[in-house]
């Protein structure tokens, strides 16, 4: 995919503002508001913030630093750093790295999507290992290739960011490439690795959890305590920790119940709406587009571009077959464009240029069928691409397959999938039927900052769901660590 990249990197706010003198005064409100509600939170983490640790990451930081590392060190290879979201797990990654480097330990940060790898500054999963997925596994094209065999051979310690969301099969494939490149066999060839995340957030979307891997049994869990996102905001964080075991107070269920009371039911374009049906969010995202005005005047206006899609070389109908594409490519059969339209990036092509498969931007120009232009906020400024469309390439029950789109999907309402590791300004959630699967509702409510930022349209206990197993392995790690707790700190 080709893109033309207008990076403006000064204060955001007079980058907003250039950005918008050239549009319609109706859509400058539109634009602009939305641009600034999607701008990131400064990231605070630098070279000295060690000294901001709170008390239970300091300490946490230093069991690291004096205990993880190799066996023959007389050290720990294996860790598990978690906590509630907002407690400061991705935080402290920078302050690990920054002791590796010191060390001259050779790291790799790998996460499992591109918005947890963009978070931290790492790499995706598959594309640091080379991973391709096939039928029923993965395969590296490392074991074919000199060059990678030997990079990933220098590697001395990995971190894997958000693991909630890595397969129990992925992660052991992981640590049998590298006991294999290592040539010991261990859990990761010995190396020295530290996962981090929360359990009772959102399943892999394919395979088992990540704990049944048996190589899981030998880290050794560090729990953080002090929400950090949530830090002005003691109720939703206790809202939040009761949600992520399923257990919710009196007084909560009342909180709960006041905001659906309050829900005003107009539509709004300065939220999220989260989902957790994908039509329901294409509903919605169809409703709010609609709203959006058109000038003939200084565009196309509006396009609704469907994807063109080839099995065995022959056009097909219009999403003909689009429940089996789903599976293979994340690019939609529709995508609703105007100026001035939310859209969510789908691809980890421009990776270098901190868009991501999950960032999120708004459309301010569309030029032609073909391209667009979209401004996304990134940590440094705004990026201001020209998108084209791209073609993804696979194969259905055999025959070859594929489909052209924009990488991009609507995101005034999202899928919870969609939001896992997004903090969202505004949300908007059903707590019902749509929340139907573990974890969901817990992720759903935690991306915002705070109790006042979010709208509940609806409640039904029987929404808020969590896997027994999940809880059972959640109650061991803890077990164990305040038992090395009432030990050693
Ligand atoms: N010690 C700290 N001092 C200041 N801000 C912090 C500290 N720890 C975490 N934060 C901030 O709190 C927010 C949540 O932290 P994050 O690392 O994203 O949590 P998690 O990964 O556990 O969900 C981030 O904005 C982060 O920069
Ligand atoms: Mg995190």
């Known amino acids: 995919m080709q893109s033309n990249i207008h990076k403006y990197t000064q204060g955001y706010h007079n980058l907003i503002n250039n950005l918008i003198t050239t549009l319609h005064t109706d859509l400058q409100s539109i634009i602009g508001n939305q641009l600034i509600s999607l701008l990131q939170q400064p990231n605070l983490s630098t070279k000295f913030s060690s000294m901001i640790f709170s008390e239970d990451q300091y300490k946490i930081f230093n069991i690291l630093t004096n205990s993880w590392g190799q066996q023959e060190l007389s050290k720990h290879p294996y860790f598990f750093l978690t906590g509630l979201a907002g407690t400061g797990k991705s935080f402290m990654i920078q302050q690990i790295v920054n002791f590796l480097k010191v060390k001259n330990i050779r790291y790799l940060l790998i996460a499992p999507t591109g918005v947890a790898a963009q978070n931290v500054g790492g790499q995706t999963i598959h594309s640091a290992l080379h991973i391709r997925n096939t039928q029923t596994y993965f395969e590296t094209l490392s074991h074919y290739n000199e060059q990678q065999q030997i990079e990933l051979s220098q590697i001395d310690a990995i971190i894997i960011e958000e693991v909630s969301m890595v397969s129990s099969i992925l992660l052991s494939f992981i640590s049998k490439l590298f006991a294999k490149i290592h040539k010991k066999s261990v859990p990761f060839g010995g190396i020295q690795t530290l996962l981090i995340g929360d359990l009772a957030q959102l399943p892999p ?108 070389n022959i056009e097909c109908e219009p999403k003909e077959y689009d429940k089996q594409f789903r599976h293979h490519t994340n690019l939609p059969s529709e995508l609703t464009i105007r100026e001035g339209a939310r859209v969510m990036f789908l691809t980890n092509k421009l990776f270098n240029e901190n868009l991501c498969n999950g960032s999120i931007g708004v459309v301010t120009k569309l030029i032609d069928e073909d391209n667009i232009e979209v401004a996304f906020p990134i940590d440094s400024g705004i990026n201001q691409v020209i998108v084209k469309k791209m073609t993804a390439y696979f194969e259905l029950n055999g025959a070859p397959a594929q489909r052209t789109q924009f990488p991009l999907q609507n995101a005034f309402a999202l899928t919870v999938h969609k939001t896992q590791g997004l903090t969202l300004p505004h949300a908007t959630i059903s707590l019902d039927e749509q929340m139907f699967a573990n974890g969901q509702a817990y992720v759903a409510m935690s991306r915002a900052t705070s109790w006042q930022n979010i709208e509940i349209r609806s409640f039904n206990p029987n929404a808020i769901k969590v896997d027994n197993e999940m809880l059972a392995e959640l109650n061991r790690l803890q077990q164990k660590f305040n038992d090395f707790h009432s030990l050693y700190l």
């Open 205 to 312: 979307v394919n395979g088992k959890q990540v704990f049944y891997a048996p190589e899981w049994q030998e880290f050794f869990p560090l729990f953080l305590t002090t929400s950090h996102r949530q830090h002005n905001d003691k109720l939703f964080y206790n809202i939040l920790q009761e949600m992520r075991v399923g257990i919710l107070s009196s007084q909560t269920i009342n909180l709960i119940n006041e905001k659906v009371l309050s829900y005003q039911n107009n539509t709004s374009i300065n939220t999220t709406y989260i989902c957790g049906f994908r039509h329901e969010a294409d509903s919605i995202n169809n409703l709010i587009c609609g709203f959006l005005p058109i000038f003939e005047n200084i565009s196309s206006g509006s396009l609704i571009s469907v994807a063109v899609d080839y099995l065995n």
